[in-house]
């Protein structure tokens, strides 16, 4: 059964996957976006892991976003043609608002009207 707990991508399903030895031939053995999980399932199920391709978009999107990207970085990260799609990875987390604040400094500052604490 997939909890939110066994749904979340974290560093010790990512070694596990990382870790797992790679047979010669194509870096991707699958020909179709669905033959993925042929592969994949028997594979977390083996390991004990909950890990879905999709789970690796919302951590890429959400990784963006904490980094410090913009919409149109993600949109093109994610392959996403409307920006209402990567609208759901911009969270707007304090600390990356007050970072970002930090970085463009404030707006009287950038007009010379005086600086903010």
């Not at 870790?19 to 033959?35: A, D, H, S, V």
């Not at 994610?78 to 463009?104: C, F, M, N, P, W």
């Amino acid at each position: 059964m997939v909890t939110p707990e066994s749904a979340k991508v974290v560093p010790s399903k990512i070694l596990l996957l990382a870790n797992e030895p790679i047979t010669k031939g194509l870096l991707f053995p699958w020909q179709t976006r669905y033959g993925v999980y042929k592969w994949l399932r028997p594979l977390c199920r083996r390991l004990g892991v909950t890990f879905t391709p999709h789970m690796t978009r919302h951590f890429l999107g959400k990784r963006l976003n904490l980094s410090g990207a913009g919409l149109k970085t993600i949109m093109e990260a994610l392959d996403h043609a409307d920006g209402t799609s990567s609208l759901r990875y911009q969270d707007a987390d304090v600390e990356i608002v007050r970072d970002t604040l930090r970085k463009a400094g404030t707006l009287g500052n950038v007009m010379g009207k005086g600086s903010r604490p």
